[in-house]
């Protein structure tokens, strides 16, 4: 399995993966550019939306448009009309924190983290915009919040705080959202860099970002271990997900931003995105079902 560029995008810190089944759209976000991108996987053709403040993920929404998570709170874009609409800023008492990354849920539901800004502290949360606008706070004291997926089965949900090298299984109840009886259950080594997003395949198996590794790993979350390394060139692999017709594509985000003069000149099209033909089927992206 080879990585293969997709775009040529430069981002300083690309994220948020996000593919459209339908359409055949692939979005991503350029965090500290402040930028939401688009590709038309089918013609090729590119489109961005450039905001006032840091975006540090977006989602599809079953009825059109986006849900975003803004560094100001969340919110629901138009992407014609480039129009937003405050949903709730749930941490205009931290002005040091923005939202980092975010993901629906297979019943519909939007999760989001944040992270200060800074990232000296462990100030960030993880929370879950339900069906019915209702917004709950459901992990506290986050360093960086970043990968969070489900399980094919929907029975556990998993997640990573950057900082803490791990990936902890929480269960995970489909109808009310709630997790519980959270466990470790993958250790990144010291030498690999640091884990970031993240998405499953469905066979259960995790791929895994490598923030200063540079590359994407799959691991078993059953027994630790780690199954394969993709290479990726680019130092600061940050996040993929599931896409292509078959659902058999990874598409992985990177970044230019904390690199020297020396990589940018080894790696140039870091901040890149990069696609990877997989020998399994991912597990597709869940649109935001309410509002």
């Not at 993709?230 to 599931?242: E, G, H, K």
């Not at 099209?269 to 033909?277: D, N, R, T």
Request: proline share 5%; aromatic share 10%; glycine share 10%.
């Amino acid at each position: 399995m080879n990585a293969e560029l997709v775009v040529n995008s430069q981002s300083t810190l690309g994220e948020g993966p996000c593919w459209d089944p339908e359409n055949q759209h692939f979005y991503w976000v350029d965090i500290l550019e402040k930028k939401i991108h688009r590709l038309d996987t089918v013609t090729k053709e590119r489109e961005e939306i450039t905001l006032e403040s840091y975006v540090g993920a977006a989602a599809l929404k079953q009825n059109g448009g986006l849900i975003v998570a803004l560094m100001t709170g969340l919110y629901e874009l138009n992407w014609n009309s480039k129009s937003l609409h405050l949903i709730e800023d749930p941490e205009s008492n931290l002005p040091g924190n923005r939202f980092n990354d975010g993901k629906c849920d297979p019943y519909g539901r939007f999760w989001a983290g944040t992270m200060d800004a800074e990232e000296n502290k462990t100030s960030g949360a993880l929370y879950c915009l339900d069906v019915n606008g209702e917004l709950r706070k459901k992990i506290d004291n986050v360093g960086i919040s970043n990968g969070i997926t489900w399980s094919p089965d929907h029975k556990i949900m998993y997640f990573i705080d950057t900082p803490t090298g791990k990936v902890v299984k929480y269960d995970y109840c489909l109808k009310t959202g709630e997790i519980s009886s959270p466990i470790p259950v993958i250790t990144f080594p010291d030498d690999v860099g640091f884990p970031d997003g993240m998405t499953i395949d469905t066979e259960g198996m995790l791929w895994i970002a490598h923030y200063s590794g540079g590359g994407v790993s799959r691991w078993n979350p059953e027994t630790g271990e780690q199954l394969n390394f993709i290479s990726v060139p680019a130092v600061n692999v940050t996040s993929c997900t599931f896409g292509g017709k078959n659902i058999d594509e990874l598409y992985v985000t990177t970044a230019r931003k904390d690199m020297n003069e020396e990589q940018l000149s080894q790696y140039p099209y870091a901040g890149g995105v990069f696609k990877i033909k997989t020998t399994v089927k991912g597990i597709t992206n869940f649109p935001y079902r309410g509002i």
